[in-house]
């Protein structure tokens, strides 16, 4: 039999426990071991490769892949253990999109965004007065859309191989048997204790007496018994009759407006792709309700027209035509985009070459652009979601991001049934054309009505290099996921960067609104002098993003890269 080659390091400590039985959670002899695991920041791997936020969950979902599954199968058993080991924005209760291509070619978009409750309307988080209450949709039990990650689940299997009864075990395993938290998890527990309690009306596994350490085991019984209904009943083991009915009942006790029937009703939808090129190479993205493919795809449509190589990676002139189209796309962000089910996106227009070209028709190199000048309007969005990539044998890619949009969302752990409900409806625009609570504008195109979803800035991304796959990239970071997947971009095919250059190099972020340029405490020192000499203000901030990378190189190697600016860790063989 052949030795399973998902990598343990030996660098112990991080994540260790002592004196814990350990139990098998992948089976069929590969065990992997849930009391002692280490981060992994990048391997060289010739078959498969995952990198996702969580050391297990990459683990598990190289090992099913080592059982005979492939990266869809790979990308729905990471999910499930994102759901478990990485409650913060892993999820069972929120929602996301994948996108997929088959060795074949065939190009596979799900999109499993929340939606808005039936009873949900335009104005529900606006006071008497009209004005946008703060509180209501980003904590509690009002915050939450129609949670849509098991729905995806479900439409992503067509795809897999193995059993979801199979693919789910190692989560079950995890949740039932519990595994050992690290310092940042610990942290973030103990700092959201506080938000747990208020607003959930069940005391939840995440709260104990006392406070989370580094080596501490996290036990979710009754996140593992949803699990196990999901295990023998399928999507209906959510959707419907024990844990809808836990959801519903956890929605009266707290307001929420979540029904059986939008349960029941709703669905993962399949989107096509949005495809272009870029210098040579095919970028395939995600269309909207995601923002991001269509951001994406007009800053390197503009890119295209400029020699960045001879430029030079991070010099003050490439940052700042970078920064410029950046001010461009994301003012078309606030005005145009939002569910197109609901609202024509006007996608073919923003694309075009005459209408890139008249907006950056008053760009002027080495001089400050001023938003105000460019449109009205302001996007501001939380940061917590996460990314996976997964590259199989047979060539197959995956690139799923997920979100329950804040950190452990809503903070509402539904009763009885252990996982987070998502505070997505953040994302719609409170109150079109005033600021939210975010200090986010956003025009009809993004106004909440029943049934629809809300506008997101996820970027799951696919890139081919002589029609052959070459790129798996995605990120979290609400509004600084565009731009984060289009450094990474830039940096492997402008500056022929490896993935974890690519992807760990200081990044940058102009959203237009608020008229500043964020930069990495590592951003370079001197390129920010000369910014601020051309007359942008620049803020300095922590980490842009948690990048998740694999490139295929010619060899058929799989490069895989995780982010170093969190706990994220690549697996594979
Ligand atoms: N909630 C983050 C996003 O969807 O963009």
């Known amino acids: 039999m052949r030795k399973i080659a998902v990598l343990l390091l030996a660098m112990a400590g991080q994540f260790t426990a002592f004196s814990q039985p350990v139990p098998s959670i992948v089976g069929r002899g590969k065990q992997i071991d849930p009391y002692h695991y280490s981060v992994v920041k990048n391997a060289m791997f010739s078959k498969a490769a995952v990198s996702s936020a969580h050391p297990l969950a990459s683990m598990v ?26 409650p913060g924005a892993g999820n069972l209760g929120g929602g996301g999109f994948l996108l997929g291509r088959k060795s074949n070619g065939e ?14 309307s335009r104005d529900m988080y606006l006071d008497k007065n009209g004005n946008p209450q703060l509180n209501l949709s980003q904590t509690g039990h009002l915050a939450s859309g129609i949670p849509g990650t098991v729905a995806g689940l479900f439409a992503t299997l067509p795809y897999a191989k193995l059993p979801f009864a199979r693919l789910v075990q190692p989560a079950i395993d995890l949740a039932e048997k519990g595994f050992v938290i690290g310092e940042r998890e610990a942290s973030s527990l103990n700092s959201t204790r506080e938000s747990f309690v208020k607003y959930s009306t069940r005391t939840p596994a995440f709260v104990k007496e006392g406070k989370w350490k580094a080596g501490d085991t996290l036990i979710q019984k009754d996140l593992a018994a949803t699990l196990r209904r999901m295990q023998k009943d399928g ?76 430029y030079g990676f991070q010099t003050p002139k490439t940052v700042q035509l970078m920064i410029e189209a950046e001010r461009r796309a994301y003012a078309d962000r606030a005005e145009h985009l939002g569910d197109p089910d609901f609202y024509k996106v006007p996608v073919k227009t923003m694309l075009s070459d005459a209408y890139l070209a008249q ?15 460019v449109k009205p309007g302001m996007i501001k969005e939380s940061e917590e979601t996460t990314h996976l990539s997964v590259v199989d044998a047979a060539g197959n890619m995956v690139a799923v991001t997920t979100t329950l949009n804040g950190g452990y969302g809503s903070r509402t752990v539904v009763g009885g049934a252990g996982f987070l409900l998502n505070n997505e409806m953040d994302d719609f625009s409170a109150k079109p054309g005033v600021p939210n609570m975010y200090g986010a504008l956003g025009g009809e195109a993004n106004a909440i009505v029943p049934g629809k979803r809300m506008l997101s800035s996820m970027t799951p991304t696919l890139v081919l290099k002589n029609n052959k796959p070459y790129l798996v990239i995605g990120t979290p970071g609400g509004t600084t ?3 984060s997947v289009f450094q990474g971009i830039v940096n492997v095919i402008d500056f022929n960067m490896n993935a974890d250059d690519a992807i760990n190099k200081p990044k940058f972020h102009h959203q237009w609104q608020p008229d500043e340029v964020d930069v990495e405490k590592s951003f370079d020192p001197e390129t920010k002098k000369q910014l601020q000499a051309m007359g942008y203000k620049i803020v300095e901030r922590n980490g842009i993003g948690r990048t998740e990378a694999i490139r295929l190189l010619p060899n058929g190697k799989r490069e895989t890269a995780a982010d170093k600016r969190g706990d994220d860790s690549v697996a594979g063989f």
Do not use: C, W
Request: net charge negative; charged share 20%; hydrophobic share 45%.
């Open 359 to 373: 907006r950056m028709s008053d760009y002027v190199p080495d001089k400050a652009g001023v938003s105000a000048a």
């Open 235 to 310: 999507a209906p083991g959510f959707y419907e009759g024990e844990t809808a009915k836990l959801i519903v009942e956890e929605m009266q006790r707290g307001n929420g407006i979540i029904s059986l029937d939008d349960l029941k009703n709703y669905t993962a939808k399949l989107r096509s792709p949005l495809e272009f090129d870029y210098r040579g190479h095919r970028i395939i993205s995600f269309a909207p309700p995601s923002s991001g493919g269509v951001i994406i795809a007009q800053l390197l449509k503009i890119m295209e027209k400029y020699p960045l190589k001879e």
């Open 481 to 483: 996921i565009p731009t």
């Open 61 to 86: 979902g190289a090992a099913i892949m080592q059982e005979g599954g492939n990266a869809f199968d790979a990308a729905i058993a990471t999910q499930l253990t994102l759901a478990v080991v990485y």
């Open 107 to 120: 190009l596979i978009g799900i999109d499993y965004r929340e939606a808005a409750p039936a009873k949900a």
